[in-house]
């Protein structure tokens, strides 16, 4: 029975692990549609407004924005799923409550999924922004240009519109080249957190295999965490006692 339930929680962990490998490929390849979706429309919004030829960059990324969307909430959805399991066997009645080892692991998946989620939830939010702004900027463009070919009149409200126009695009633009500032320090945040996640779970490993370790590294953090609020109280008398000397 014990084998049993011990191979249960093996397959879960396996799941666990997988989708999570998947979600962390999808994620980034997502991140990169975003960046390059933005440097397309700085690109686009560049050309020569007398260019009016449709595009069909824009609708193709839309599609694999969509298509991409739609794979990473259903990951997302089969990762929730195997974490609820995990979670009902830890507190099943076969298995021991203070058992720390499966709880430590179980948070550490649940945490996992939530920066997960968050991230996935970030980029699309900006990929709809950039997505929303393009087309506005794309309305204002065909306006100008239907103005531009009218009846001539009204010369002065046309290069009033235009200039308007030009800083708008500037204004753009900066905002593109912050974003993909932004997408770039994203990138390098998610590949140390690749690294910091896999010298976490070597460090698991260990831990698992062998109980004392596990039980002295428990005891180093709560002496770090015991020294620490001493110091912190010395240090917070002392604050007190020289604030109280200069004050008589």
């Known amino acids: 029975m014990a ?3 011990s191979n249960y929680w093996e397959d879960l962990r396996k ?21 390059s979706y933005s440097h397309s429309s700085a690109r686009d919004g560049r050309r020569d407004s007398s260019d009016t030829t449709p595009l069909l960059n824009g609708s193709s990324q839309d599609r694999m924005f969509e298509t991409m969307a ?16 995990m979670a009902e066997y830890t507190n099943s009645a076969g298995v021991p409550s203070l058992n720390a080892a ?9 945490d996992i999924l939530q920066d997960y989620t968050h991230e996935f939830h970030k980029t699309k939010a900006n990929f709809m922004a950039i997505r929303e702004r393009e087309n506005l900027m794309g309305s204002v463009r065909k306006d100008i240009e239907s103005y531009k070919t009218g009846s001539g009149v009204n010369n002065r409200r046309t290069e009033l519109f235009l200039k308007e126009h030009d800083h708008l695009r500037n204004s753009d633009r900066l905002i593109e080249e912050t974003i993909s500032i932004a997408m770039a320090t994203k ?3 998610t590949s140390q957190r690749g690294m ?3 010298i976490h779970s070597k460090m698991n490993t260990l831990a698992n295999r062998f109980p004392a370790v596990n ?8 002496r770090k965490r015991r020294d620490s609020l001493i110091l912190g109280g010395i240090i917070g008398v002392c604050t007190i006692l020289l604030l109280l000397y200069a004050f008589h």
């Open 70 to 85: 739609i794979e990473i909430e259903q990951l997302l959805a089969k990762l929730t799923e195997v974490n609820d399991k």
């Open 187 to 189: 990138e390098n945040m």
């Open 15 to 35: 799941q666990a692990r997988q989708l999570e490998n998947e979600l962390d490929l999808k994620l980034v390849s997502f991140s990169k549609l975003c960046t």
């Open 196 to 198: 910091l996640k896999s």
């Open 102 to 110: 499966l709880m430590h692991t179980l948070q550490r998946h649940r």
């Open 3 to 5: 084998a049993g339930t």
């Open 215 to 222: 039980s002295l590294i428990q005891r180093i953090n709560l």
